[in-house]
């Protein structure tokens, strides 16, 4: 059978396969640490779980609009106005089937053949196939520990072409955990403005931050900004929702309308009971974000002084997500070496940092419990000593 030739650009999700190694050798009896998955190990709280049970109740099993039920379209702009200082309308928002369905519609519906899409590195691994997928073409822009893992505004602008498009900003980034400041982000907002591109803020993690960090969207820098600035972002990872599958995309009310074209004839609206319980984490009680933020913080604690004891691995502070990016360059293995040898002599599952464009790193999340992360890190601080 032939396939598309757009299709044999795209790369198999690292992320994924690895995640599912480690799952099958726990199906067979291995006792596997898997600090692989970027989901939170807790449940749903119980106030968005009971919003969801009562809307079945209530018959909320139907068909709903293609762009997401009109009360959470209004939830997310109200929420967005209010967190972020982002003065969006429900008309501005379009309800996806998780964050990243809401970044491939807009890679859908703004690139096309020859557009460049300007992606720093590292880089969650489905920017540049999304990109590809669409007609366009990845520009990856490689950061070092001498900008923190951070794009600068001089490399941004040495990057723009006049066939570049789109700019993809991601803070607090996965797999790196880096939160640009706000002078950093007014700084790249200024040189977005300055070449007439756009940018879409992938803001899933805005609200798992550390150590005084500070969330600034881009979109709120300015009213030139946020004319030229698109918003991604969801419930998964504050709210402890990833099978729920709801994110969303705000920005210009002629974007959303195409995206909602584009989604009413391939996905159609999203699970509509499921989007009643989105509705109650926007406007119920917001406590439970921090529980689960400051239960990441105690592991982050003890991540980052287990890394600090294993002689040959570093790694940047993390200021938000719950992932760090580990420097694996002093074992001379590549990053897929490590990660399947780790697996094989000390049934450690993390993930290959050439995933994510950087070949000399690994992935660990901290998305798991303190004691699977000791027994973790006490094996691979002997896989480490026996290299």
């Given amino acids: 059978m032939e396939f598309a030739a757009r299709v044999g650009s795209v790369q198999p999700s690292v992320t994924l396969a690895i995640t599912a190694k480690a799952k099958a050798m726990k199906a067979d009896g291995v006792d596997v640490c898997s600090f692989t998955a970027g989901e939170p190990d807790f449940d749903t709280p119980i106030h968005i779980r009971e919003a969801a049970k009562q809307a079945l109740d209530q018959g909320k099993t139907r068909y709903g609009p293609a762009a997401g039920e009109p009360k959470l ?99 607090p980034a996965n797999p790196t955990g880096m939160v640009y400041t706000p002078e950093e982000i ?89 989007q009643y319980g989105a509705i109650a984490a926007c406007e119920g009680p917001q406590d439970c974000v921090q529980e689960m933020v400051s239960a990441f913080a105690e592991r982050r604690r003890f991540l980052l002084d287990a890394i600090a004891s294993i002689p040959g691995l570093s790694c940047p502070t993390p200021n938000g997500a719950f992932y760090s990016f580990l420097n694996i360059s002093k074992t001379g293995l590549t990053s897929l070496e490590f990660c399947d040898q780790l697996l094989e002599e000390q049934q450690v599952a993390v993930i290959p940092g050439g995933a994510f464009g950087a070949d000399d790193h690994v992935r660990i999340s901290y998305a798991t419990d303190l004691a699977t992360l000791k027994t973790g890190f006490d094996r691979i601080a002997a896989f480490v000593a026996s290299r």
């Fill in 73 to 171: 379209r209004e939830a997310i702009a109200a929420r967005l106005q209010q967190d972020d200082d982002l003065c969006y309308g429900p008309e501005n928002i379009i309800v996806t089937n998780g964050g990243k369905h809401s970044l491939f519609n807009l890679m859908l519906a703004m690139i096309q053949e020859g557009d460049e899409v300007i992606i720093p590195a590292p880089y969650w691994v489905s920017y540049p196939e999304m990109v590809k997928l669409a007609g366009g073409t990845p520009v990856i822009v490689p950061t070092d520990t001498s900008t923190g893992l951070r794009i600068t505004p001089e490399a941004l602008q040495q990057a723009i072409t006049p066939r570049t498009k789109l700019f993809v900003l991601n803070s």
């Fill in 186 to 274: 007014r700084a790249l907002a200024k040189v977005v403005d300055d070449h007439d591109i756009w940018v879409v803020s992938d803001e899933i993690y805005s609200k798992i931050l550390y150590d005084g960090a500070t969330h600034l969207s881009i979109g709120a820098v300015s009213p030139a900004a946020f004319s030229r600035t698109i918003i991604s972002s969801g419930f998964a990872k504050a709210y402890a929702m990833t099978g729920w599958r709801i994110g969303f995309l705000a920005g210009p009310a002629e974007l959303i309308k195409t995206a909602a074209t584009i989604q009413g004839h391939s996905t159609s609206n999203v699970c509509t009971f499921a």
